[in-house]
């Protein structure tokens, strides 16, 4: 049975999961599996928590069937296992003052340079084109997701996915060059909804508002925390 999950989670989740190979209950949360795919958010068990028996459960889970015993929980937990990235995620409020940089959302012909733009912004430029495949199709037929490029001139420097989410949207998977351009990148998601929530490293520039921290921990070889 999947147990209540917080507000940053389930907002995960709502996007993630559309994209992911696989879904399953575990441990009281969701796992997501996403073969060939180094995404974090699309290989990860989201849990309501970080007790023990819990992520002893999930990892397990996650083992058995040979994926990464990768999991997402509230805050950032010491002992949980290996930290492999913690995000802020609340609401973004777009900034006004003027910037060099540019976004637009391009149409999906545009998949493979946008994949591999975001691929080496995350330092994995060797995964650009898998992730391109494998977004062709899961986005097949899906009017709810968006791809939008950032430039510097004509030098593409960002790429984000967006997702409407109500009257608002979702931009959870994206990442820039150069952290100038972040701004610019979230402030052009932010003009396709009437509100955006989106998740932000601690290295960016950029903060959110009414926001929780969630952390991805790889747990330890012998499923303990």
């Not at 820039?176 to 989106?198: H, K, Q, R, S």
């Amino acid at each position: 049975m999947t147990l209540p999950l917080s507000a940053a989670l389930t907002d995960l989740l709502a996007y993630y999961g559309p994209l992911a190979s696989e879904r399953a209950e575990v441990a009281g949360g969701v796992a997501l599996h996403t073969p060939g795919v180094n995404v974090l958010g699309l290989n990860a068990a989201f849990l309501p928590g970080a007790a023990p028996e819990r992520l002893r459960e999930a990892a397990t889970w996650q083992r058995s069937r040979g994926h990464p015993p990768l999991v997402a929980v509230p805050g950032r937990a010491r002992g949980t296992g290996e930290e492999i990235a913690s995000l802020r995620c609340g609401v973004y409020r777009a900034d006004s003052s003027p910037s060099p940089f540019t976004a637009e959302q391009v149409s999906r012909l545009h998949l493979p340079r946008w994949a591999a733009v975001l691929a080496e912004a995350h330092g994995t430029p060797e995964w650009g084109s898998a992730l391109a495949r494998h977004l062709a199709r899961s986005l097949e037929g899906r009017r709810d997701y968006a791809l939008m490029l950032a430039y510097a001139g004509s030098e593409a420097v960002g790429a984000l996915l967006w997702q409407a989410a109500g009257a608002g949207g979702r931009a959870h998977l994206w990442g820039t060059l150069d952290p100038a351009v972040d701004g610019a990148l979230l402030n052009g998601a932010a003009t396709l909804g009437e509100f955006l929530l989106a998740s932000v490293p601690p290295t960016s520039p950029i903060s959110v508002v009414e926001g929780e921290e969630i952390g991805f921990f790889l747990m330890n070889e012998d499923g303990n925390p």
